[in-house]
């Protein structure tokens, strides 16, 4: 008997100007407590304080920021791990952020997530057949019993992995091909959407492209879009088509790649970007390099007004009593596409003047004049 093929994805219409996914106003304030057993509510950890953004059919979004700002919890809350403390999630225009039953399962197989370490997200004790057909138990639906094994090993050979190792156990392989592992075991269910947190953080350097490469090529055949999640801006560079940077809970700067590497407008963007490693000397030379200062501050109490203003060289006395929104700048020139660049810094377009900033360095000498 022939194996029945593979089922088709299910890929509803959506309107037109619809986004896939939309996030508004998203919010996770995770209750700060003292106390064991009265646990007194002493105040709470701002972990997403206000994020929006729209991911399109076919398009990924990178999202970038430090350690701490909350791009994880953005990631769980999309795909229902975490409830949202306020804002809303809409798939295709529904909303789908207080689903439960029937019509969350059936969002969930559409919204998958690849995790960060793929040496503590895969279960030491489980075969690699198992981990990745794991989804096939609660969907049921997606692949019959007896035709499970068949699909596991396409899965494994899709990803670049050998599908007689199906019997394997994950530390029987390299912390590449274990992620290559869990992106099987995300594509199983044939989803729209990929939540990729931080996917190839934990990888050598060596690897990181091979997986980045892996994950682009599987988004032109499985026909995904990405939410492409990473602590430095280089990673998300080459796959990204728009990014996103996130500060202390928020979004500060949203563009293009083109607008964000090019042509970024927020303080804060230009500051990571001017710690991106340059492997040419004579390029490290020309450009300017921000450096700065004082630690993120807490997300349990963050400064008023502008977040990013404490550390900000442009900061002045409408910063700490005005919330920057995250407005399109107006562009004397706008740059090819859709208007949506987005920064939120009162003084986006005002230009630096040259040797003006504090804590800003020319070239790698020092020269605060
Ligand atoms: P990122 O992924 O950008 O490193 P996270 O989303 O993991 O950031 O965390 C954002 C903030 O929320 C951090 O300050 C973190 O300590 C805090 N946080 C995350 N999860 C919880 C939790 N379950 N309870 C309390 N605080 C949390
Ligand atoms: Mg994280």
């Not at 793929?118 to 019959?144: K, Q, W």
């Not at 699909?151 to 199906?166: A, Q, S, Y």
């Not at 075991?185 to 990729?196: D, Q, S």
């Amino acid at each position: 008997m022939t194996p029945p093929p593979p089922e088709p994805p299910v890929r509803g219409a959506t309107a037109p100007g619809t986004p896939l996914l939309e996030v508004r106003g998203l919010v996770k304030h995770y209750p700060l407590t003292r106390g064991i057993v009265l646990k007194k509510q002493i105040g709470a950890v701002r972990a997403v304080d206000g994020v929006d953004f729209t991911l399109d059919r076919g398009e990924t979004l990178g999202i970038v920021g430090e350690s701490g700002c909350g791009k994880s919890t953005v990631a769980r809350m999309l795909v229902h791990l975490e409830r949202p403390t306020a804002g809303r999630i809409l798939y295709k225009g529904e909303d789908i952020t207080r689903l439960s039953g029937r019509a969350l399962k059936a969002v969930r197989r559409n919204i998958q997530m690849v995790f960060q370490d793929p040496y503590t997200s895969l279960n030491p004790r489980m075969t690699v057949g198992d981990i990745i057909g794991e989804p096939f138990d609660i969907h049921p639906e997606v692949a019959p019993r007896g035709d499970r094994r068949r699909r596991v090993r396409e899965l494994l050979d899709v990803v670049g992995l050998n599908p007689e190792h199906i019997n394997r156990y994950p530390h029987q392989f390299s912390g590449g091909q274990r992620q290559r592992i869990g992106i099987a075991r995300g594509l199983a269910l044939r989803p729209e959407i990929i939540v990729a947190d931080e996917p190839v953080s934990a990888l050598d350097v060596s690897v990181q492209a091979q997986v980045i490469n892996l994950l682009a090529r599987l988004q032109d055949e499985f026909d995904l879009s990405y939410l492409f999640i990473a602590h430095d801006l280089s990673v998300v560079r080459h796959i990204s088509d728009r990014v996103g940077v996130m500060y202390l809970g928020r979004i500060v700067e949203i563009g293009t790649d083109t607008e964000i590497y090019d042509h970024p407008t927020h303080p804060y963007t230009q500051a990571l970007l001017s710690a991106v490693p340059v492997p040419d000397p004579a390029a490290r030379d020309r450009r300017d390099r921000i450096l700065l200062t004082g630690d993120v501050p807490s997300p349990a109490d963050p400064p008023s007004g502008c977040r990013f203003r404490t550390r900000c060289w442009k900061a002045r006395d409408t910063c700490a009593t005005e919330v920057p929104p995250l407005a399109v700048p107006a562009r004397p020139a706008p740059l090819p596409g859709p208007a949506r660049h987005a920064s939120a810094c009162h003084f986006a377009e005002e230009k630096p003047a040259a040797g003006s900033l504090p804590g800003r360095l020319a070239g790698p000498v020092l020269d605060p004049g």
